[in-house]
C-alpha cells in the first residue's frame, strides 16, 4: 500500500539556522508530491509541489524541495529559518494521474523556532 | 475575497446528537473534500465531491454523511454514530480532482 512517512516528529531550530523536514514514499510509480505548511488551528497552504522536470523546486516563503527517485525522498529545505516558520509541516503523495481524493499525507512535522 | 469559509470555528456535540459542519467555497471549484485531522495522525479523507449531486466515501465515511447541492456548499454531518467525533475538520476544494487544494481554516468539534 502507498505511504508517506515523515521520520521527525518534531524539530527545534534557531532562528537564522538552515532546515531540512524529511519525506519518504513508498509508490511503485513517479508520484506528484507536495509540501503543506499549517499554522495552529488554521487550514493548509500549499508550499511548493513537483510533478516533472527540475528535481529541485521553488516554493513560497523561502522554501525549496528536492525530489529524488533513488531515495524516494522529497525533503523540505529553507537556508534561514524564521520565527514565522513555526508551523506543522506536511508531505502529502498521489501517484500521477490519480485524482486529488486519492491524495495521502504524512503525519506531520512540528516546527518550533528558538529566538 | 475568494476563498473557502468553515464554520463554525468550535463545535460542542452532546450525546447522541448530529451535527452538521458547514463549507461555503466562490472560487467556482467542482471538487470540494472533507478530511479529519487527529493529532500525530495527518489527515484523513472522510468524503469526497468531483461534481454538484454526487459525491464518494474516502477512507473513514463511516459515522458520516455529506450533500453536494450546491456548487458552492459541501456540509457534513457527524451523525451519532461517530462515536469519536472529537478532532479537526477540515474542507478543501480543488478546480477539479487533478489540482491542488485550497482549504479552509477549519472547524473543531468536541463532545460535551
Known amino acids: 500500500a502507498q505511504s508517506v512517512t515523515q521520520p521527525d516528529i518534531h524539530i527545534t531550530v534557531s532562528e537564522g539556522a538552515s532546515l531540512e523536514l524529511r519525506c519518504n514514499y513508498s509508490?511503485?510509480?513517479?508520484?506528484?508530491l507536495f509540501w503543506y505548511v499549517q499554522s495552529p488551528g488554521q487550514g493548509l497552504q500549499l508550499l511548493l509541489k513537483?510533478?516533472?522536470?527540475?528535481?529541485l523546486v521553488q516554493g513560497i516563503k523561502g522554501f525549496e524541495a528536492e525530489f529524488k527517485r533513488s531515495q524516494s525522498s522529497f525533503n523540505l529545505r529553507k537556508p534561514s529559518v524564521h520565527w514565522s516558520d513555526a508551523a506543522e509541516y506536511f508531505c502529502a503523495v498521489v501517484l500521477s494521474g490519480a485524482g486529488s481524493y486519492q491524495l495521502t499525507f504524512g503525519k506531520g512535522t512540528k516546527l518550533s523556532v528558538i529566538p | 475575497d475568494g476563498g473557502i469559509t468553515q464554520s463554525p470555528k468550535y463545535l460542542f456535540r452532546k450525546e447522541g446528537q448530529n451535527v452538521t459542519l458547514s463549507c461555503e467555497q466562490n472560487l467556482n471549484h467542482d471538487a470540494m473534500y472533507w478530511y479529519r485531522q487527529d493529532p500525530g495522525q495527518g489527515l484523513r479523507l472522510i468524503y469526497y465531491?468531483?461534481?454538484?449531486?454526487?459525491?464518494q466515501k474516502g477512507d473513514i465515511a463511516e459515522g458520516y454523511s455529506v450533500s453536494r447541492e450546491k456548487k458552492e456548499s459541501f456540509p457534513l454531518t457527524v451523525t451519532s454514530a461517530q462515536k469519536n467525533p472529537t478532532a479537526f475538520y477540515l474542507c478543501?476544494?480543488?478546480?477539479?480532482?487533478?489540482?491542488?487544494?485550497?482549504f479552509g481554516s477549519g472547524t473543531q468539534l468536541s463532545v460535551l
Open positions: 465531491s468531483q461534481i454538484v449531486n454526487d459525491f
Open positions: 513537483y510533478f516533472s522536470g527540475d528535481t
Open positions: 478543501a476544494s480543488s478546480w477539479n480532482s487533478n489540482e491542488k487544494l485550497f
Open positions: 509508490y511503485g510509480a513517479t508520484p506528484y
